[in-house]
């Protein structure tokens, strides 16, 4: 049997706040953005790629309790591939499932 694996790395700024729930089976789960930039044309323009986050349980605790747009983050998980249908067409969707996360930004319970 093959070893493979599925991990990406990112360090970047969240983009919007935590969407958070609770799933049916009582889960939780908190949805963000994350923003990462990287240089192009020879390192003269910047272009900025955006990441859907996808924390849950602890992490999606974590997430709503200090996690706020513009904070500095590194995130370490594994990428999620999915489709979901709009009006008959195939809308393809990728996730990073959260299992490590670090707040850069310095904490907000540090302020309090």
Not at 11 to 27: F, I, L, Q
Not at 54 to 61: M, P, T
Request: charge should be neutral; charged fraction near 30%; proline fraction near 2%.
């Amino acid at each position: 049997m093959s070893r493979s694996v599925n991990k990406i790395i990112l360090v970047g700024n969240v983009g919007r706040d935590p969407e958070v729930r609770d799933t049916k089976t009582g889960k939780r789960v908190a949805n963000f953005s994350l923003a990462t930039n990287r240089k192009v044309s020879g390192g003269e323009e910047q272009r900025t790629e955006w990441h859907r986050l996808v924390c849950w349980n602890a992490l999606a605790q974590l997430a709503e309790d200090y996690i706020r747009t513009g904070d500095r983050l590194y995130v370490e998980g594994r990428v999620e591939y999915d489709s979901w249908e709009r009006d008959g067409v195939t809308i393809p969707s990728v996730e990073i499932h959260v299992q490590e996360l670090v707040m850069l930004s310095g904490s907000r319970a540090e302020a309090a």
